[in-house]
């Protein structure tokens, strides 16, 4: 059971980044201060100081924030009953509705880096979630399709095996060989990749029909990750 003052501190906390939040979008971050976000909130900088010590605490704690939504938000679109390739969609897609339904918390997470500022380890587990959600549905199909032999695996690629081996176990981590562990890393930066172009506007001219555009982007990487279930035509690819 919680004391009155730690509900208190949780929400204190909570306006705080709200507060900061605001900002992101108004000044970006760069600009981010802590006695606008003490101004924003009604109380004196000596009291948000008490919870964020620095600029770059208070940037640290939002990273970490909306990774952590991402991710949460990715997750809840994953449904394991469903095929892998529907699966595969529903997740690239939520990354996607996430981006567009909070421009600024991307752009802070994918954007340019602010100068100055060094994201510390803190941030590294919550901006693994969203990942971890794609790398799941290749493996978990790759599983439940075990394949005669193996391809090569070298020491390229262990950090990978290393990362799934810890989030997933040593069997999901067993078969990635480096012809699926490339494919794998090609699928998540080019989902990601056409999730920034789009946001930032690099798109401009390039297509008349954003939505289908990613739409066909997903389809095109799931049969290349060979994911089993329906598969949808590039021209029927829609949302």
């Known amino acids: 059971m919680t004391t009155a003052r730690e509900r208190a501190r949780d929400e204190l906390t909570a306006e705080i980044l709200a507060s900061a939040r605001r900002q992101l979008a108004e000044v ?20 948000v100081y008490r919870y964020v010590a620095s600029r770059d605490d208070l940037l640290t704690a939002l990273i970490v924030a909306c990774y952590d939504e991402l991710g949460a938000a990715v997750e809840a679109a994953d449904r394991p009953e469903e095929s892998p390739r529907d699966r595969w969609r529903a997740a690239c897609a939520a990354i996607r509705d996430w981006s567009a339904a ?10 340019s880096p602010v100068p100055g500022y060094s994201a510390p380890r803190d941030t590294v587990g919550p901006a693994t979630r969203p990942t ?14 075990p394949r005669d032999g193996s391809g090569a695996r070298t020491d390229l690629y262990e950090p990978v ?79």
């Open 132 to 145: 971890a959600v794609l790398v799941r549905i290749v493996v978990e199909d790759r599983l439940a399709r």
């Open 102 to 111: 909070h421009p600024h918390e991307y752009a802070l997470l994918y954007g």
């Open 28 to 47: 970006g971050p760069a600009a981010l201060s802590l006695r606008a976000v003490a101004r924003d909130i009604g109380k004196v900088s000596s009291a």
């Open 161 to 239: 095996r290393a990362f799934v081996r810890e989030t997933s176990g040593e069997a999901s981590a067993a078969v990635l060989d480096d012809d699926l562990v490339e494919r794998t890393l090609s699928a998540w930066i080019t989902v990601f990749g056409a999730v920034s172009f789009d946001r930032f506007g690099h798109l401009v001219g390039v297509t008349a029909d954003t939505d289908r555009y990613f739409d066909r982007v997903v389809e095109d990487l799931a049969n290349r990750l060979e994911l089993s279930g329906t598969e949808v035509s590039a021209s029927s690819a829609t949302r």
